[in-house]
C-alpha cells in the first residue's frame, strides 16, 4: 500500500480508504463486514470514513474497530442525527458528535465533515451560504479548540456550489463523490483546483460511480434504457472499447485512474465483502496508469463533460427498468431516502 498526505492536515492516510456505507444494516451482515473490515487494515489501508447518515455504520464499525489496535484515521460527519434533524441546533450537532465517540468507541475523532451541504432540501445548513456560516460553524471551531476533533471537512457532491463554499469557508478536508471518476470529471473544472488551492486534503468518494463503474453493462448499454442519454451510451461504449483493446478490468481501470492523480489524498473504496477489499488494493498495487491509457480515457470523459440533466446521480444498471425520468436516485439505488450517499 502507498501513502500520501492529506493536504494541510499533515496527516498520513493510504492512497486507498474504506468508505462505510455497506460497513451497515446496508451491507452482508456483521461477520463479512467485519472481514472486510480487518481484510483492509491488513492489506494497509488505514482511513476509514462513516457517518451518521449511513443506517447503522458507526455502531458496526465501533464494534469492529474496538478489536483493532492498529493505528487508523477515521473520518465521520455530522447530519442525519437526531431525527427530526435540525442543522440549525448547535446544542444537538454537539450531542451528536458525542454519540459518535460513543459509537465509534473514540476519544477523538480525526475528521469531522459537514454532510451535503451543498443539498439543501436533505441538510439546510447555511444561515449565510454567501459566507459558508452556520450554528454548524462555530460548533466545528469550538469543538477543535477542545480537541475532540483534530480537522474539519466538507463532504458533497455537487461541483459548482461546493468550490464557492470551499472559496468561503475555511476547511481542512474536502470530500467528494459521483463527480470523480474515470467517466465522471466535472470536479476537474472547477472544484478539484479550489481544494488544491488552499491546500485541503482531498478524499474521492464513489470512484466507481455506486456500482455503475463498478463491472461492465455491455447489453444494458445495447438496450438503452428511457433514462440513459445518447451521449453517456456512447461515453460507455467507448470506454469498454478501450479497456478491451489494453485488456483492463474496468475495476482496476478505475481505481488506477484516480491514484494517478498525484493531488488526491484517498480514494474511498465502499466495499462489501473482504474479496472486494483485496480485488481493489490489488489493482491499487498495479500503480498509476500509463500515459497513452490516461489520454485516452480523458478524451473519453469529454464526451460528456456535464452530466445530462435527466440522468440520475446513481446510475442504475442493474435494475435498468425501474428508474423513469428526473426524480430522487436513490429510489434506484435502493439506499433509503434520506441517507447521505457519500
Known sequence: MNFRTLGKTGITVSEIGLGGLFTSGLGPGFEESKRAVFKALDLGINYIDTAPGYADSEAV??????????????????????????????????RSV????????????????????????????????????????????????RGVIRFTGLGGTTTTEMSHYLRAGDFDVLLTAFNYSAAFQEATRELLPEAIGKKMGIVLGSVLQQGALGRRYDEVLKKKPA???????????????????????????????????????????????????????????????????????????SMVPFRPFEEPMILPFNKPDTYWGPGLANLASGIPVGKGVL
Open 227 to 301: 433514462w440513459l442519454s445518447k451521449p453517456r451510451q456512447e461515453q460507455l461504449r467507448q470506454f469498454y472499447d478501450i479497456l478491451d483493446r489494453h485488456q483492463m478490468p474496468i475495476v482496476e481501470a478505475c481505481i488506477r485512474f484516480v491514484i494517478t492523480n498525484p493531488d488526491i489524498s484517498t480514494a474511498l473504496i465502499g466495499a462489501k465483502t473482504a474479496t472486494q477489499i483485496e480485488e481493489s488494493v490489488t489493482a491499487a498495487a498495479k500503480g498509476p496508469l500509463a500515459l497513452d491509457l490516461l489520454s485516452e480515457i480523458n478524451q473519453m470523459a
Open 61 to 94: 464499525l465501533g464494534r469492529i474497530l474496538r478489536e483493532v489496535k492498529t493505528p487508523i484515521v477515521l473520518s465521520t460527519k455530522l447530519g442525519g442525527r437526531p431525527l427530526p434533524f435540525n442543522p440549525q441546533n448547535a446544542d444537538e450537532l454537539r
Open 98 to 145: 458525542e454519540e459518535s465517540l460513543k459509537l465509534l468507541g473514540r476519544e477523538v475523532i480525526d475528521v469531522l465533515i459537514i454532510h451535503e451541504p451543498d443539498r439543501p432540501l436533505q441538510y439546510n445548513w447555511w444561515t449565510e451560504p454567501e459566507r459558508c456560516y452556520g450554528p454548524v460553524i462555530e460548533v466545528l471551531n469550538d469543538l477543535k479548540k
